[in-house]
């Protein structure tokens, strides 16, 4: 390949990378803007990480994708949840009873009255016979073991009749093999 033609290739990407990136700032530009809290974003990165969809080094095209965000601010929150992995997990992972341990101090239940349903006689049901599975039929003989003595009385008289049946095929007759003697040749000649 010519250096010419390595050239062309190169500027071919460089215009279709800008255009890309030119999109993509168009359709921000589309979309009407709403807040995005922290909250949403780090939520959505612990549950992006419990997913094992991406690793979090790679997250940066979800968090714009799903938010809408520049690679810019996007990179930041990434940033900002790796160098505050600890104090992020308190936050938006661990149970509210490892972070304040004495919870249950605060939260007063209110007891709930249950209500009070008179005894019903519980209806008294018929016994049902259990439904009997259809048996299913053994392809082939019966092993003699399984079988009552009629049966296997039945069983012998078949095969005796069977074999009583075949017809014994002759063997078929001998190959017969024929030596020819070369004769010598007494005329001397050729």
Do not use: C, W
Not at 104 to 132: L, S
Request: aromatic share 8%.
């Amino acid at each position: 390949m010519s250096n010419r033609a390595k050239e062309l290739i190169n500027m071919v990407d460089t215009i279709q990378n800008k255009l890309r990136q030119m999109v993509s700032e168009l359709q921000a530009f589309k979309t009407p803007r709403r807040e995005i809290t922290d909250d949403e974003v780090y939520t959505y990165m612990f549950d992006l990480q419990d997913s094992g969809e991406v690793n979090m080094l790679g997250s940066v095209p979800y968090i714009k994708r799903v938010f809408g965000l520049s690679d810019e601010v996007a990179g930041k929150y990434l940033v900002h949840y790796i160098e505050n992995y600890n104090e992020l997990y308190k936050i938006y992972r661990e149970p509210i009873s490892e972070i304040y341990p004495n919870v249950e101090e605060y939260v007063v239940a209110e007891p709930v009255a249950e209500p009070v349903a008179e005894p019903v006689a519980e209806p008294v049901a018929e016994p049902v016979a259990e439904p009997v599975a259809p048996v299913k039929k053994k392809r082939g003989a019966k092993r003699y073991d399984e079988m009552t003595e009629e049966e296997q009385v039945a069983a012998k008289a078949r095969r005796v009749a069977n074999k009583a049946k075949k017809v014994p095929v002759p063997a078929p007759a001998p190959k017969r093999v024929i030596k020819i003697k070369k004769q010598k040749n007494t005329d001397g000649g050729a």
